[in-house]
């Protein structure tokens, strides 16, 4: 259905008159992969579908000023992983004034309760072990490791070295294997 | 050494991991991808036309907060003296009205403070000041005068 690059969907998006045609074709494009991007770290479809929501609100709103130095893709995955962040440590915060609350366990209780979840033993293992991850290695684990993305991708849209995603992403790897051989 | 060999095999996925595959375990309701972008497109108009609304609110805010501050301040001044006694109140007795309450309750002689004051701290008042307070601060003098 969408076949535009970017930069045409950056300059459909400037003409007045197409602006809320060119937002739908943006929306269209890059739904699917946004939305896994941040079910991947929330894995609640609710708690997700509330970001994606966030996520597409800010894009309409700052897309006026995007300079296009990225590409739109990027720039749409950077939101979305800052609102998915911002998510989790609000989650965070509200969970501490609940003392019976168990940090720890609470991601893995949510992979077990949810209707959505479709996978076999060892992918419920795997899931279970990401989500034991502090957050920055499980959001470096998800795009290396399930949306196969360069290292360079993942730099731009986090910002942080080669070098040190290299760090968090081996010992994710560390960590997970020695999960799933307990 | 050690730690560049490791960064030279970073993409290393171990068997154990590799073995649960790549697919997302995880689903979407019936039609959620489909259903996404009206949605979407609903709350990006809500949020145009929700604006000018914002706009308002904004400064409204402002003129009620001046508003308010006008009315404390005026209830403050009307009632300074009961909110903060210590500061403000008159309900502490002046020093010299605590003397004279004071003298009153005793019967001095004149005389007897007169003395007891010394007459070296007593200054005799010159006749000069006493004809220019009686010529310049007394405005019945021609009754005075009548009368005499």
Not at chain 1, 6 to 34: C, G, T, V
Not at chain 2, 24 to 51: C, Q
Not at chain 2, 99 to 114: A, K, P, V
Not at chain 2, 115 to 138: C, H, K, R
Request: hydrophobic share 40%.
């Amino acid at each position: 259905m969408t076949d535009y690059t970017d930069s045409e969907l950056f300059d459909l998006f400037r003409d007045p008159d197409k602006k809320s045609h060119a937002f739908d074709l943006i929306i269209n494009k890059y739904q699917e992969r946004i939305y896994w991007h941040i079910r991947k770290l929330l894995i609640n479809h609710d708690d997700t579908n509330d970001v994606v929501q966030n996520t597409f609100i800010k894009a309409w709103k700052g897309l006026e000023d995007f300079r296009g130095q990225a590409g739109i893709f990027t720039w749409l995955y950077r939101i979305a992983t800052n609102e998915s962040l911002t998510f989790l440590r609000q989650k965070n915060r509200t969970q501490s004034f609940f003392p019976f609350s168990d940090k720890g366990n609470e991601f893995p209780d949510l992979l077990e309760a949810d209707p959505y979840f479709d996978g076999n033993e060892l992918q419920k293992k795997l899931q279970k072990a990401i989500l034991k991850l502090p957050p920055k290695q499980r959001l470096v684990f998800n795009m290396k490791y399930f949306d196969e993305m360069k290292y360079e991708e993942i730099s731009e849209i986090l910002g942080t070295s080669i070098g040190s995603l290299k760090a968090s992403f081996h010992h994710a790897v560390n960590k997970i294997e020695k999960y799933l051989e307990d | 050494m050690s730690y560049i060999v490791n960064m030279k095999e970073t993409d290393y996925i171990p068997e154990k991991i590799s073995s649960a595959g790549k697919k997302s375990p995880f689903t979407v309701p019936d039609g959620y991808f489909e259903r996404l972008p009206k949605d979407l497109a609903g709350m990006v108009n809500s949020t145009i036309t929700d604006h000018p609304e914002k706009k308002s609110v904004r400064i409204f805010w402002p003129l009620l907060a001046v508003a308010a501050g006008l009315i404390i301040a005026v209830v403050f001044s009307f009632y300074r003296d009961e909110l903060l006694p210590g500061i403000f109140g008159n309900n502490q007795p002046s020093v010299e009205s605590t003397c004279i309450s004071q003298l009153s309750t005793f019967n001095i002689d004149e005389e007897d403070l007169i003395i007891a004051l010394g007459t070296d701290s007593v200054q005799p008042i010159e006749s000069e000041i006493i004809a220019e307070y009686i010529v310049l601060d007394n405005n019945d003098l021609e009754n005075m005068i009548v009368e005499l």
